[in-house]
């Protein structure tokens, strides 16, 4: 007979997910054992292998949930009755605040993407790419004329806004609410004004 599925079994994949993301940042990928991670999550090894068969589909399912949460948050945000501007400031903000508290899933994701399948790697770099040109397409209409005729250097503003709001993921990670909307407006005003608009 098929094992039932218990009815707490989201919440408890959910606490999986979480705690073995703080080991993986911690330890490493490579250097965590599934004994280690179960340890963490406070259940037994034999009882870790109930929701995952492998280190490698626990790590998925980390980045899956985290990159696909992050990404449906960010590509979510409506441009309907906002200018431009207004989307790329919301979006920017947006970025930092879905940050609070997703430092472990940040660092799994720069150390571990590269251990998963090219396949796996596929799914996830997708979500990645995807959060890419909805920036993109915002920068686009920001500057039609400058950004909307040059792909490299639309590509090169994109990442250039990413490497700044990532910049503060990785210095400032102990950043509450208002520290991070503080800081989107100032990336938002350096993006759109240059010096003279800080």
């Known amino acids: 007979m098929a094992r039932t599925i218990a009815r707490d079994h989201d919440e408890k994949r959910q606490q999986i997910l979480k705690a073995a993301a703080a080991v993986f940042a911690v330890d490493g990928v490579d250097r965590t054992s599934m004994s280690k991670v179960a340890s963490a999550c406070g259940i037994s090894k034999a009882n870790i292998y109930h929701y995952y068969d492998s280190k490698n589909a626990l790590l998925f399912d980390i980045l899956d949930t985290y990159l696909s949460n992050l990404r449906d948050r960010i590509c979510t945000i409506s441009r309907e009755g906002r200018s431009a501007e ?3 400031r919301t979006t920017v903000c947006e ?27 596929a799914v996830l770099r997708n979500y990645q790419r995807d959060m890419v040109r909805h920036m993109s397409d915002i920068l686009r209409r920001l500057a039609p004329d400058t950004l909307g005729c040059d792909a490299t250097k639309l590509h ?3 990442m250039s806004v990413f490497g700044m709001l990532n910049w503060f993921y990785m210095w400032r990670r102990n950043a509450g609410a208002k520290e991070r909307e503080d800081y989107g407006v100032l990336v938002a005003n350096l993006t759109l004004k240059g010096l003279s608009g800080i």
Do not use: K, M, N, W
Request: hydrophobic share 35%; glycine share 6%; no cysteine.
């Open 86 to 88: 207004e989307h790329f």
């Open 95 to 121: 970025i930092l605040l879905a940050y609070e508290g997703a430092d472990d899933e940040h660092r799994v994701q720069a150390s571990g993407l590269s251990t998963l399948s090219p396949s796996r790697q």
């Open 156 to 158: 090169s503003v994109t």
